[in-house]
């Protein structure tokens, strides 16, 4: 299955791009994305905590994913 990733933060700058289409076997699940993921880019192993959304909404590890979904990378994000 190919997926569309948009990848934000430190994460676009580890995936070297804004969006990237990626090919993900039969991942099916965001655990499976993530491993996926940081086989091809295990920089991402080192960002403390990153979230995944599918189509807009924050995804948790069990989350069923598709090949038309919208998915985005998103690093940890901090303020003052």
């Keep these: ?3 569309k ?3 934000f933060g430190i994460a676009k700058d580890i995936i070297g791009a804004a969006s990237k289409e990626i090919e993900v076997g039969d991942a099916g699940s965001i655990a499976g994305l993530k491993d996926v993921l940081e086989q091809q880019y ?6 403390a905590s990153y979230a995944i959304a599918v189509n807009n ?5 069990n989350t069923a994913i598709n090949e038309h979904d919208e998915i985005a990378v998103i690093p940890p994000v901090s303020g003052g």
């Excluded at 909404?57 to 590890?61: D, H, N, P, R, V």
């Design 1 to 3: 299955m190919k997926l």
């Design 5 to 7: 990733i948009l990848a």
């Design 42 to 47: 295990p920089e991402l192993k080192k960002i």
């Design 57 to 61: 909404e924050y995804a948790s590890e």
